[in-house]
């Protein structure tokens, strides 16, 4: 006994079934193609044309992402990478700014397009952006065929979750479909090393890893960079633990000494390509706004509780999108048969050679539900004693908010919990009726229809007391008329398993082809329940389809000096006229802080702003200013400021003849790295009003350059604004 249950197993991961060329050619190559596709097909509207429309994606889209990769797309086609934004409150940095996505390796599919169609347009960085859910994907069918020998499983999870309501639902951040997009990638590269196995398959996978987090860490939404503690740790704990880990991957032993070797030498790789980046956008997230940390209220502002997760399983409206993963009704249904699956019909199984070893293993399915029951403890917040304890104490914690989106991690966890459940349902349907005792003949039909009955009488209760999450009533006016829609779906769902269920009880579903079916059946179910509203969130129906934009940014930069600037709220123009205004919880808090004690001198703060005439340059015999007036009298003493030479964003070179001994001061913000050469020998950086570049210059000729050149030394350390500037900054505060 013990024997052949070792037999079955030992190895579990590579125990994938001999197939026939013609099912080998279309597991390996048409089906992962299919997969890939799949997203593509369901969001068809998002991503191409009919009768000159399309549904274009709202909410944050194009203000902080298109534009931000048209500008990017602009400067490299003329093989310049920019450092820094002149466009946007008043000089903010570019290559460290999360929304540029600056060093995303995908880039260079966008610029090859950029440079065959001449141009990129809104509609291209939807098919990017859909794109990235092609490629979460195609990883998670990769990592849980590792996992599931059951391809029919394995494919009903991939293709339900893949565009499940948390997937989406990001559409409107495209760097963090980009970022999700790897997380089954990195979860199947460790895998790849723990199996046993070839040092050459070792050095693949350890390839696939790095790549994988590196795209994860440059694809632009810290998130959920920070978020992957929450799903790699209990990942790997499984590997060290062995008694689980033969529960769930059935591997006896681990090549150790390959293993750790492979992930130190992939990890140092990964630290090396992507520290300098990550330590640069910590080093920004500091000096911006609300996000430096320890402000409680602003991590816990948006609220994500019970009610929330349980509208996020059976009743949409009802949930905080910012955290829902709605799924359909038939995957619950699929999922609460394989957890409430009795003792004695798994005891049954267990005699079956043809089982899977791991079917009804209660440990594995403890585990799953521990592992998700944690993460959404976590998102709820100030309700939640783990929340506050982790808010306390762990490191960067705090300077998050808006913690439903923690449930990205839920994604993969319940897809391998989906399969599992899957490939349950799909036994059970296909033994023989005869060989069923009356117990498993009656039991899934009893638990399918509890489990709905519960499932109802929750929608019920939240659609009759008209209970909706505000954003669902404020910005989904285009769907909430179909929150009738999950009540109707759902018992169709409820009906087709239920009908399966009967029908398998009665006869033998053993063919593939009958299996299949059943397979299509309930996949349709669950998309029919899903894709009223889930391709349809955030996004608006388009009537023309939106022109290609080619921005030639160097010549932008030079005309920016004879543009005014513009001061409602934007983020980075496109224009010449540069943006001075600031977005709510963001850029620089000195310049933040400028704006909001400056309220009372608007129309001075404009003159010096550029807002009125586009002067950004000034001369001045002193920068030790209270108010902004007495400055620009100061300034208007000397209006001959000299000429420009040259502009690029990253550097300014100007030329002035300077009347007295006085300051030359460019009102563009400073940052660490910004470096300052008066007639090519380097002088030192002074601060107007603490936030705009400044340098002093004796009498005459002078050339003056400003430098964006930041080097590892500038992320090292707390940023600080020069010393010398340590009194202005009292007297300003005053």
Known sequence: MKAREKKKSEHKLENIPTLSGRRRFWVKLLLPTFVFCWPVLYLFNHVFTIDGKYTAIGNDFINFYYKHKLYLLGCMDNFHLPLWSPAEAAGFPFFTNPFSQTFYPLNFLLLIWYKIFGGFSPLDYQVFTVIGISIFALGLFMWLRLLNTNLRAVLF??????????????????????????????????????????????????????????????????????????????????????????????????????????????GVVSILLCGPYLLGLQNLMTQTTDRTGKNFDYSTEHIFNFEDTVGSLVY?????????????????????????????????????????????????????????????????????????????????????????????????????????????????????????????????????????????????????????????????????????????????????????????????????????????????????????????????????????????????????????????????????????????????NRYVKFLRETENQLEARRILLGVRDGTKIFFSESIEHVTVASFLNDAARCRNTGKLVSYNGDELIWEINAPVNGYFTFIDNWCPGWKVFVDDKPADMELLFGTFKSVGLSTGNHRVRFCYQPGLSDFLHPPSVPTSQATKLSDFKK
């Open 157 to 266: 999870a991939v293709l339900v979750m893949s565009v499940s309501f948390k997937t989406a639902e990001i559409l409107r951040f495209p760097n963090a479909v980009h970022s999700a997009a790897w997380y089954p990638w990195i979860l199947y590269a460790l895998t790849k090393i723990m199996l046993p196995g070839s040092r050459k398959k070792a050095l693949t996978a350890a390839a696939i890893l790095v790549f994988s987090v590196t795209c994860l860490c440059t694809a632009g939404y810290p998130y959920y960079v920070f978020y992957v503690p929450f799903l790699i740790v209990p990942y790997m704990l499984v590997f060290l633990i062995k008694p689980l880990r033969m529960r769930l991957f059935g591997i006896t032993s681990i090549p150790w000494r390959q293993a750790l070797i492979t992930l130190a030498a992939a």
């Open 316 to 588: 949409p409206p009802a949930s905080q999108s910012e955290g829902w993963y709605f799924f359909s009704i038939t995957a619950i249904l699929i999922i609460f048969l394989y957890l409430l699956r009795r003792n004695s019909a798994a005891r049954a199984e267990q005699k079956d050679d043809q089982a899977p070893a791991n079917l009804n293993d209660r440990w594995i399915k403890l585990f799953l539900i521990i592992w998700i029951a944690v993460i959404t403890y976590i998102t709820y917040g100030r309700n939640s004693y783990l929340f506050i304890f982790l808010w306390k104490y762990m490191p960067g914690f705090s300077a998050l908010r808006v913690w439903g989106r923690l449930n990205i991690v839920l994604v993969p966890i319940i897809a391998w919990l989906l399969s599992l459940a899957y490939a349950s349902f799909d036994y059970c349907i296909s033994q023989k009726p005869e060989a069923k005792k009356n117990s498993q003949t009656w039991m899934p039909i009893v638990t399918t229809v509890a489990v709905y009955a519960v499932v109802i009488a929750v929608q019920l209760y939240l659609y009759r007391n008209k209970i909706y999450d505000t954003y669902w009533q404020q910005f989904f006016k285009n769907v909430s008329s179909k929150d009738a829609t999950f009540l109707i779906t759902g018992a169709a769902a409820f009906l087709a398993v239920l009908l399966i269920i009967i029908f398998s009880s009665r006869f033998r579903l053993k063919s593939n082809s009958s299996l299949i079916t059943v397979l299509v059946i309930l996949i349709l179910a669950a998309i029919v329940e899903m894709r009223p509203v889930g391709a349809n969130m955030w996004s608006y129906q388009s009537n023309a389809i939106p022109e290609r934009f080619k921005l030639d940014v160097a010549q932008i930069d030079e005309l920016s000096f004879r543009y005014a600037r513009t001061d409602y709220e934007s983020t980075i123009s496109l224009r010449p006229n540069f943006s001075t205004s600031i977005v709510p919880n963001w850029y620089f």
